[in-house]
């Protein structure tokens, strides 16, 4: 049998729940009912010591047990990624554009973690959230259950603020906010220019965006008329040297111990040479 990595006595139970309903959030590793009913599915959850199914009724003094999840066969793939910001609960890493954040793929960023990180308690460390495959920059990484769980709640409740810089085509007003519906869901993004090339044709711009739709900021330079460098979806001007979007500044309170968590990082250079040679 596999390791008991939790356990949990039911004390003073009066209610009638079946194990599916009452075990939501129970444990670290089962926030969902969708998490709970996949362990329950893959033989997880134990009553007693006995495997429990999802039909079974809670009663007190019962002892529920969760065994590890089978990760099977683990690569990790062997790439340097700067590490900008680490502790004991969380990092922060520089993805390099090109490569997916996760995925069912090799060559992602999730399994180039374990390489880069220190790990904590045997648990593989993992992005609590995305930047397109051709997007670079800050990415936050848990290094333990708890944390993961903790930051979800953070980006969900958009406590965590994003920076982005983008170079574009041509020149977009000084400020102002794009606000349309992408998936016939509302987006919004703030942007401001910060610098243009001297020949008029490219523009520096930082973009914050206040909702997380996919594309949301290539969608929205496009719909905006100033589409980003390198973006061949969304008919940006192509130089041949990727897109030119960063992600290069993160803003949180450590889920752990409340400190404010600033991070910023320089763009790439290639930013700095397109503006250079025009």
């Given amino acids: 049998m596999a390791e008991i990595i939790e356990e949990h006595y039911v004390e003073h139970y009066s209610p009638l729940l079946r194990l599916s309903d009452y075990v939501i959030g129970v444990f670290n590793d ?24 999802t039909g079974a009724w809670v009663k007190e003094g019962m002892k529920i047990s969760l065994l590890k999840a089978d990760e099977g066969t683990f690569k990790v793939f062997e790439l340097d990624i700067p590490v900008v910001y680490e502790d004991d609960y969380l990092a922060v890493v520089n993805k390099p554009g090109g490569i997916p954040t996760s995925g069912n793929y090799f060559r992602t960023l999730e399994n180039a973690l374990p390489y ?6 045997n648990y593989l460390p993992k992005p609590v959230h995305r930047l397109d495959s051709a997007t670079c920059g800050l990415v936050i990484v848990a290094k333990n259950k708890r944390t993961r769980i903790d930051l979800g709640e953070l980006l969900k409740s958009r406590k965590v603020k994003k920076v982005y810089h983008a170079v574009v085509t041509g020149e977009p007003p000084e400020s102002g906010m794009i606000s349309s519906r992408i998936d016939n869901k509302p987006a919004e993004t703030l942007f401001e220019r910060i610098s243009k090339s001297k020949d008029g044709r490219f523009s520096l711009i930082q973009l914050s965006p206040l909702t997380g739709r996919t594309h949301q900021l290539r969608i929205h330079c496009s719909d905006m008329g100033f589409p980003i460098v390198g973006d061949k979806l969304y008919n940006g001007f192509d ?19 409340n400190e404010l968590v600033n991070i910023k990082i320089d763009l790439p250079k290639k930013f700095t040479k397109l503006f250079y040679s025009c």
């Fill in 116 to 121: 880069n990180i220190k790990n904590t308690n």
């Fill in 30 to 53: 089962l926030p969902s009912r969708k998490s709970v009913k996949k362990a329950i599915k893959n033989n997880r959850v134990l009553i007693d010591n006995s495997v429990a199914g």
């Fill in 239 to 257: 130089r041949g040297k990727g897109l030119f979007l960063c992600a290069n500044r993160l803003e949180f309170n450590h889920p752990v111990t």
